[in-house]
């Protein structure tokens, strides 16, 4: 698999590894068995409904026809709203262990899934174009990531910087970084992720380097332990950031 470095707005160097092309293509099974069985399913009521309307009005052919649009839509619409909630994975990349994430490192924007999703089409009607792309791109991206700015992960082999951040705080917790919402949403999930690389893989040397980073960027002359630290940082702007 090819090892993907990525610079984050922390100038952190985060390595991750693109997904292989036996996941990407079992998860593509596993979505497209899901939306041809939703699909058949669906198929099923309106022939049920139809049979049903026989020698009925135009009025009622033009409702039937809304109907189906309705129903097609979640198929339609399904890697964009799973990805769009389920945080870059839809089930099928989820059971592959695999994400969508932006080229810098952070959660994909919804912007950037949208337009991966408008350019889908075009990667499926374009088999060959779509394969020399993967295979000849530094991060083995399709045209659709390129044109969105995005990539696919192996989340098993990475440590998940796309976890949310936000958890329950003491009624009575007082911040003690009132100027860490200079940092953002990104580099909260960076500082996440960063814990959870040091619990996972015991990476001492990249906790060093966050931390550090932090302290240059919000000018903290203090020195506590560092995982304490990135853990306080967190609570702090978890909190802050609630106020405003």
């Not at 135009?58 to 309705?70: D, E, G, V």
């Amino acid at each position: 698999m090819e090892k993907i470095t990525v610079q984050t707005s922390l100038n952190i160097e985060l390595e991750f590894e693109s997904a292989p092309f036996h996941k990407r293509f079992f998860a593509l099974i596993i979505d497209s068995i899901i939306i041809t069985a939703y699909a058949y399913i669906t198929s099923q009521i309106i022939d049920s409904i139809n049979s049903e309307s026989t020698g009925e009005s135009l009025p009622f052919l033009y409702n039937l026809s809304a109907l189906q649009m309705l129903f097609y839509l979640p198929a339609l619409l399904y890697h964009l709203v799973c990805e769009t909630l389920m945080n870059g994975q839809s089930p099928g990349k989820k059971i592959c262990q695999i994400r969508v994430i932006s080229d810098n490192g952070g959660r994909a924007a919804f912007h950037q899934l949208v337009l991966r999703w408008l350019l889908r089409s075009v990667d499926i009607a374009m088999v060959l174009p779509g394969l020399i792309s993967y295979m000849s791109t530094k991060r083995n991206q399709r045209l659709g990531d390129l044109a969105a700015g995005t990539m696919v992960i192996d989340t098993k082999l990475s440590s998940d910087l796309n976890e949310t951040v936000f958890f329950e705080l003491e009624n009575d917790y007082k911040p003690k970084y009132t100027n860490v919402l200079r940092l953002s949403d990104r580099d909260m999930n960076l500082v996440k992720g960063v814990l959870d690389a040091v619990v996972k893989q015991n990476n001492t040397a990249l906790l060093y380097r966050t931390t550090a980073k932090i302290r240059e960027v919000l000018n903290i002359q203090e020195y506590e332990d560092d995982v304490t630290f990135l853990e306080t940082i967190l609570k702090d702007y978890n909190y802050l950031s609630n106020q405003n």
